[in-house]
């Protein structure tokens, strides 16, 4: 499985914009690159996800590299509900696992008033 | 929409107990799987199902079964509790259609403690 790389942590300051970054070097040219997130003591939860081109929806943007070697997730105002653990994960949909996502240890995004 | 639900949502055991984790999706999804969260920890997959009646292991299957009863469930086992099973587990589901591009839905959690 092709593997990403993460900050360890990040802060923002609310009703800023956030870019979370993340690297996969290694990213096959089916693996669509996806983002959840956890909030505290919650499972995780499903951002946003791409292939190639970038993608948004009512939750954040998603921008990805022309050589998909790497994505940042952009949250275009955080919030204090936005700290959270950010996952970027690459899903394989033809390969023998199904599609099985394999988390990493994630971005934790504090967000400060 | 229920969405996946888990039960129970907390649990203590004593070293050498069994006991089954369920759960169910409301949302004709093909595949499920089982993830176990240590503190400070990412997600780990323990078991997969692709589609009912097939299930294959993931990261950390030893010390676990599971059980696709049917579309909706997907249970996981533990035969003999270890201390080291102590975790928050969580089941997901994803695919409607057999499409493996879409979002996993997970559940809210079950917290084990293994005494």
């Known amino acids: 499985d092709a593997k990403t790389t993460q900050p360890n942590s990040m802060e923002s300051n609310e009703e800023e914009p956030v870019h979370l970054p993340c690297n996969h070097s290694?990213?096959?040219?089916?693996?669509?690159i996806h983002w959840y997130r956890q909030l505290p003591s919650q499972g995780p939860e499903y951002v946003i996800h791409?292939?190639?081109s970038n993608v948004n929806n009512r939750m954040a943007s998603l921008a990805i590299a022309e050589d998909r070697k790497s994505s940042t997730l952009i949250l275009h105002r955080a919030t204090l509900r936005d700290a959270a653990v950010y996952y970027c994960i690459l899903r394989d949909p033809f390969s023998g696992n199904t599609g099985k996502l394999i988390f990493g240890q994630g971005t934790t995004l504090q967000v400060k008033p | 929409n229920a969405g996946v639900t888990q039960t129970p949502k907390f649990q203590v055991l004593k070293t050498g107990q069994s006991m089954t984790l369920q759960c169910a999706q409301d949302?004709?999804?093909?595949?499920m799987y089982w993830y176990r969260q240590d503190p400070g920890m990412g997600l780990r997959l323990i078991y997969y199902s692709a589609s009912e009646g097939t299930t294959d292991k993931g990261e950390v299957p030893n010390g676990y079964n599971v059980s696709r009863l049917n579309k909706r469930e997907f249970s996981l086992r533990l035969e003999s509790a270890a201390p080291s099973q102590t975790s928050v587990y969580f089941c997901?589901?994803?695919?409607?259609?057999?499409?493996?591009?879409?979002?996993?839905?997970f559940g809210e959690g079950s917290r084990l403690t293994v005494l």
């Open positions: 949302m004709n999804h093909n595949s």
């Open positions: 997901a589901s994803s695919d409607l259609g057999g499409i493996n591009t879409g979002e996993l839905f």
């Open positions: 791409g292939l190639t």
């Open positions: 290694t990213i096959s040219g089916t693996d669509y």
